[in-house]
């Protein structure tokens, strides 16, 4: 008799906590505000580009992303948690200035990529309101920054390009916001993407449009490794199904 009562009793809790526990999936558009030496003005005393490794990876612009989470959330009686998993896309340009510049050389400017992938907690609290839950949220993970090659993208005449390495930073992510309804939040973030050394080859465009070898790092060349801290304050719009 009592082992049949745990079983029952085991049953119980499993229906409750299935019940009080969702599983949902999240998209997110955001607009991005760069921060940190990502955002820094390029050196005054340089007037042409490409900017090379000295100085690219500065000078972001206001960008644009889009994030795709993954979440589990429990009622906890004061609330809800949920322990989640997020990968971002975060894309920024280079000034404008520059990139005019680029263009009446008729070189490629550089897009900057950033690919956060983050795992962390939520927690929202719905006792005031019925429609308007705030909420608090930390993540931790890894972010991915990736240069897009700068300079000359025909071969007139042999000109010098740079490619950029993608590399791996230690990044987190802090954020608050509310859910209107159970499927619409808008949120204030900070991005903390990290600390990106700015590894590169240095190639020619011969006149064939041959990509040949000059340099193949910047350590081979004697330079000393740049870095960049990398950051965005971002306004994040959530849909949750």
């Known amino acids: 008799m009592k082992k049949r009562q745990a079983i029952l009793t085991l049953l ?9 526990a969702q ?3 999240s998209i997110y558009i955001n607009g991005t505000l760069p921060t940190g030496k990502f955002a820094s003005s390029v050196d005054d005393s340089r007037s042409m580009v490409p900017l ?23 009622d906890i009686g004061v609330g809800y948690v949920a322990p989640f998993a997020e990968v971002d896309f975060l894309y920024n340009l280079v000034g404008g200035e520059w990139r005019d ?11 900057y990529f950033n690919f956060p992938l983050l795992g962390g907690v ?27 090659r700068e300079g000359k993208s025909v071969s007139d005449d042999p000109n010098n390009y740079y490619a950029y390495k993608a590399n791996f930073s230690l990044s987190w992510m802090l954020g608050a916001g509310c859910f209107f309804g159970r499927h619409v939040s808008a949120g204030l973030y900070y991005y903390y993407l990290g600390k990106h050394p ?12 041959v990509a040949s070898l000059q340099l193949s790092t910047n350590e081979a ?16 719009i959530g849909f949750h199904f």
């Open 12 to 20: 119980l809790v499993g229906v409750v906590t299935t019940v009080s």
């Open 23 to 25: 599983f949902r999936q």
């Open 52 to 74: 090379t490794y000295e100085e690219v990876g500065k000078d972001a612009t206001l960008g644009f992303g889009l994030g795709y989470r993954v979440s589990y959330w429990f």
């Open 101 to 111: 510049k680029y263009l009446d050389l008729d070189m490629k400017n550089p897009n």
């Open 122 to 148: 939520s927690y929202k609290y719905d006792q005031l309101w019925d429609d308007i839950v705030p909420f608090g949220e930390f993540a931790i993970g890894t972010d991915m920054l990736w240069i897009t």
């Open 198 to 209: 700015i590894d590169y080859t240095s190639k020619t465009l011969s006149n064939n449009n």
């Open 221 to 236: 060349a004697g330079h000393g490794r740049e870095t960049r801290t990398v950051g965005s304050v971002a306004l994040r």
